[in-house]
Nanobody, 126 residues
């Protein structure tokens, strides 16, 4: 059964924005860190952003983003909806890739991700 489902990819022009969404089964989402990976044509999959589990504390969830997208991409999660998002602004052609949502058995974003979505294609034209 599908446990992670991404949406929001598409074809956009450089400089515009997209928001990727991923909904997960509660069993996978609750208590676990979530992440986004991407794989561009001919390249290895890379870790783009991760967000730890948070229990609604004031300071929010600890997160990390790849240096090359820092300041443009933001990861967030909505625990009530079992969802994680990747807001992508100022998209560039080099951001073109299949983006994958992933989850791991653990509360912190650093570590091995065991659960994967099917991927959503983001194409950025110049």
């Amino acid at each position: 059964q599908v446990q992670l489902l991404e949406s929001g990819g598409g074809l956009v022009q450089a400089g515009t924005s997209l928001r990727l969404s991923c909904t997960a089964s509660r069993r996978i989402f609750s208590g676990n860190a979530m992440g986004w990976f991407r794989q561009a044509p001919g390249k290895e999959r890379e870790f783009v952003a991760g967000i730890s589990w948070n229990d609604g504390s004031t300071y929010g969830a600890n997160s990390w983003v790849l240096n090359s997208v820092k300041g443009r991409f933001t990861i967030s999660r909505d625990n009530a909806k079992n969802a994680v998002y990747l807001q992508m602004n100022s998209l560039q052609p080099e951001d073109t890739a299949v983006y994958y949502c992933a989850a791991r058995d653990g509360s912190t974003w650093r570590g091995l991700y065991s659960y994967w979505g099917q991927g959503t294609l983001v194409t950025v034209s110049s």
